[in-house]
T-cell receptor
Framework: GAVVSQHPSWVICKSGTSVKIECRSLDFQATTMFWYRQFPKQSLMLMAT?????????EQGVEKDKFLINHASLTLSTLTVTSAHPEDSSFYIC?????????????FGPGTRLTVL | AQTVTQSQPEMSVQEAETVTLSCTYDTSESDYYLFWYKQPPSRQMILVIR??????QNATENRFSVNFQKAAKSFSLKISDSQLGDAAMYFC???????????FGKGTKLTVNP
């Protein structure tokens, strides 16, 4: 149980275009999802916390107009990188937390590698 | 601010041997959770073990065990009978009770030598 998927696993896009990444909880309902960014050989940096049916809470320094997060259902959250630039190239990871399922634990997706040309 | 420190950027161990990864944290909270996550080359984060701060007993999951020293704010991970598949980045993480945010350390890269 507690499987989280991400799609796509990797994406290459041109500078100036937008890219959407999906995060799904496959076998549980996730009231809260999290989006992280990870640079090579570095730790995970929390970008935002996404709660179903409400606006995401962004960490300091994260541009909410650039990284649009939508958590429209209990099993799906999306991250849209708008007007992507090469500096947005990174590994993006989502995680999900479920009530009643080891509520103090986050389960992670496999990540999405974004390359902006 | 709460911080998590992993003082060993890299560690290596011989297959079948035991290795201990260090983690210390700084907090003024009394109730919190601690985690070790493994990130293999596939980049998938995998939960290895978790510990509730109010529990004095050290958590154990098969070959993985922790040494939780609350007063010292230390949370080390011991891997026994190391296997080649244990090779990965290991991240220590902290989460205070009442918060949803995980605070990660910078990670320790573990190499397992055959």
């Amino acid at each position: 149980g507690a499987v989280v998927s991400q799609h796509p696993s990797w994406v290459i896009c041109k500078s100036g275009t937008s890219v959407k990444i999906e995060c799904r909880s496959l076998d549980f309902q996730a009231t809260t999802m999290f989006w992280y960014r990870q640079f090579p050989k570095q730790s995970l940096m929390l970008m935002a916390t996404s709660n179903e049916g409400s606006k995401a809470t962004y960490e300091q320094g994260v541009e909410k107009d650039k990284f649009l997060i939508n958590h429209a259902s209990l099993t799906l959250s999306t991250l849209t990188v708008t007007s992507a630039h090469p500096e947005d190239s990174s590994f993006y990871i989502c995680s999900a937390r479920a009530p009643g399922l080891l509520t103090d634990t986050q389960y992670f997706g496999p990540g999405t590698r974004l390359t902006v040309l | 601010a709460q911080t998590v420190t992993q003082s060993q950027p890299e560690m290596s161990v011989q297959e079948a041997e035991t290795v201990t990864l260090s983690c210390t944290y700084d907090t003024s909270e009394s109730d919190y959770y601690l985690f070790w996550y493994k990130q293999p080359p596939s980049r998938q984060m995998i939960l290895v073990i978790r510990q509730e701060a109010y529990k004095q007993q050290n958590a154990t999951e098969n070959r993985f065990s922790v040494n939780f020293q609350k007063a010292a704010k230390s949370f080390s991970l011991k891997i026994s009978d190391s296997q080649l598949g244990d090779a990965a980045m290991y991240f220590c993480a902290y989460r205070p009770l009442g918060s949803e945010k995980l605070v990660f350390g910078k990670g320790t890269k573990l190499t397992v030598n055959p």
